[in-house]
């Protein structure tokens, strides 16, 4: 297993990153799509196991009604586009709910478990913000320098993968309280303060090759900081839809990994919150 996970990482990595920093902002916006659709159908199986590939169907039609309102390459032209940012602050509000229901899970299922609709809105609310914030992020400031969102997306990559990082070896060594048992039960208090203090160590490192200004600083910090808790419950969010869909992974895609959805489950959350925060940070 551990093998295939480093074959599958090594792989995935390189082609990943290129896409991040080679592709023009229009091509990186169709990498995303596959993403998003190949998660969508796994999000079906949250929905209804039995006929889940269905579920890529209403998605692929939702984003590409969304791309019709806000059109690539008008993301950033002049300023963000309103439909963008509305698209981002629902997916801000929806991790805000998303939230609550990890918190007061199981109560919380009793309402949506056995209703499919909300599964499916679930869905798209996780999957049509994510898309638009990592698009959103790529095509930050490209008019003076077309690497500069690819810089920022690459840092919450980094940002996430430092936090599961440094919350599985504390975990490992250290971890004795529950943080999410009903949720998760192999994640532990100790491991997220782990995640969280490594993210702090990856922002900084950051903050000083970014060239932050000095009045900036901390809130480049806190938006790290932010992105770094949205990460660890977009995690958590995933671990609850496949509890109470039955399954251990989202799908099987990816050797030793699972599916697109255990790759992606932090970053869904961690960017589109991270982006807010660039939004207001960008306008302020």
Not at 67 to 78: H, S
């Amino acid at each position: 297993m551990l093998k295939q996970r480093i074959l599958t990482a090594a792989v995935l990595a390189p082609i990943t990153i290129a896409a991040i920093f080679f592709l023009p902002l229009k091509l990186f916006a169709l990498f995303a799509a596959a993403v998003y659709l190949l998660a969508a159908r796994e999000w079906g199986g949250f929905v209804n196991r039995s006929c889940q590939s269905w579920f890529i169907y209403p998605l692929g039609l939702i984003l590409a009604a969304t791309l019709v309102v806000v059109p690539i390459d008008a993301i950033w032209v002049p300023h963000l586009h309103q439909g963008a940012k509305y698209l981002l602050i629902v997916g801000g509000a929806w991790w805000l709910l998303s939230a609550i229901m990890v918190l007061s899970y199981p109560t919380s299922s009793s309402i949506w478990t056995k209703n499919a609709w909300f599964k499916a809105l679930f869905g798209i609310l996780t999957l049509v913000p994510f898309f638009w914030s990592l698009v959103t992020l790529r095509g930050a400031d490209a008019m003076h320098d077309p690497l500069h969102g690819a810089w920022l997306v690459l840092f919450v990559m980094l940002l996430v993968w430092g936090a599961d990082t440094g919350a599985y070896f504390s975990g490992k060594a250290l971890g004795k309280h529950k943080l999410a048992p009903k949720v998760s039960p192999g994640k532990t208090i100790e491991g997220f303060v782990g995640g969280l203090l490594t993210t702090l160590v990856v922002a900084i490192i950051a903050m000083f090759l970014f060239e932050i200004p000095g009045d900036r600083q901390g809130y480049f910090i806190f938006s790290a900081v932010m992105a770094s808790l949205a990460s660890t419950l977009g995690d958590l969010n995933e671990s609850m839809f496949k509890r109470e869909a039955g399954l251990k992974d989202s799908g099987n895609l990816l050797p030793g990994h699972g599916g697109v959805m255990d790759r992606i489950d932090s970053l869904t959350a961690a960017l589109p919150v991270f982006t807010l925060c660039y939004i207001v940070w960008f306008n302020s």
